[in-house]
């Protein structure tokens, strides 16, 4: 069983940034492919980002592209989601997921991951 704990989120100002983070259990955090993903009130979730295994690909919803970067230290099992220029379309809950196998691709879809954090609230005011 892996867990997922992220952190980070908060109230912040349109142009703003924030760097989330998402500590995960596990003796092998380094094989993982994760993800971030968001859903704000009333609308389906959707993708943000992803990183291989390894970290060697990684992927990105054209809506965060050139703003949102995702990253990963294995040495502390954590993975991060820095956001840039934070727009008020930004503010959702990110939730961290977990594909605990080896896996080459920066995976955007969701059904593919195998485990969820909790969540935590992004919130951009115009």
């Known amino acids: 069983q892996v867990q997922l704990v992220e952190s980070g989120g908060g109230l912040v100002q349109a142009g703003d940034s924030l760097r989330l983070s998402c500590a995960a259990s596990?003796?092998?955090?380094?094989?993982?492919?994760m993800g971030w993903f968001r859903q704000a009130p009333g609308k389906e979730r959707e993708f943000v980002s992803a990183?291989?295994?390894?970290?060697?690909?990684?992927f990105y919803a054209d809506s965060v592209k050139g703003r949102f970067t995702i990253s990963r230290d294995n040495a502390k099992n954590t993975v991060y989601l820095q956001m840039n220029s934070l727009k008020p379309e930004d503010t959702a809950v990110y939730y961290c997921?977990?594909?605990?196998?080896?896996?080459?691709?920066?995976?955007?879809?969701?059904?593919?991951?195998?485990?969820w954090g909790q969540g935590t609230q992004v919130t951009v005011s115009s």
């Open positions: 997921a977990a594909k605990a196998r080896l896996s080459y691709s920066a995976d955007n879809n969701a059904q593919n991951y195998d485990y």
């Open positions: 596990g003796r092998t955090f380094s094989t993982y492919a």
């Open positions: 990183m291989s295994s390894r970290g060697g690909n990684t």
